[in-house]
């Protein structure tokens, strides 16, 4: 509990003030898209694609679901509770293996059809290649 002068007179302050405090009201913050379970990503742009690389350590990739609708890739994690947990007893659980959904938006110059995917080291990488460049034909014209 933190004491606060008013008007020269300590008040106690409640947790949810101080939490209000510190926050303020964030409903009138700019519109963000936080999800806490989301795992960080890198992406590198090569001259052929895309490089991602999600950190997504003690994961299955048997779980894991890749998907493009329309020129949106997903990326979403389905986390199985296991059974043989139960007959543990938890004496400090510190991290979880949790649920997640990334989206990310696939601009007109990517293959949305070419795009690979592998889990290896706990990182999921995926490549997302560009389409081929179309150039003119060049035709030669013979004088005669």
Do not use: C
């Not at 979403?76 to 004496?91: G, R």
């Not at 990334?102 to 990488?125: H, M, P, Q, S, V």
């Amino acid at each position: 509990m933190t004491l606060l002068n008013v008007n020269n007179r300590p008040v106690a302050k409640t947790f949810d003030g101080l939490l209000n405090d510190l926050f303020g009201n964030l409903e009138n913050a700019p519109a963000r898209n936080f999800n806490l379970n989301a795992p960080p990503v890198n992406i590198a742009e090569t001259a052929d694609g895309y490089h991602l690389e999600l950190a997504v350590p003690g994961r299955k990739k048997e779980n894991f679901k890749l998907k493009v609708e329309g020129n949106l890739l997903t990326v979403s994690y389905e986390a199985i509770k296991s059974d043989a947990t139960k007959e543990l007893k938890q004496v400090r659980k510190e991290f979880t293996v949790a649920s997640f959904k990334r989206t990310f938006t696939l601009d007109e110059k990517t293959n949305a059809e070419g795009i690979l995917a592998k889990y290896e080291d706990g990182l999921l990488k995926l490549f997302v290649p560009k389409k081929e460049e179309v150039k003119p034909a060049v035709t030669e014209i013979a004088i005669g």
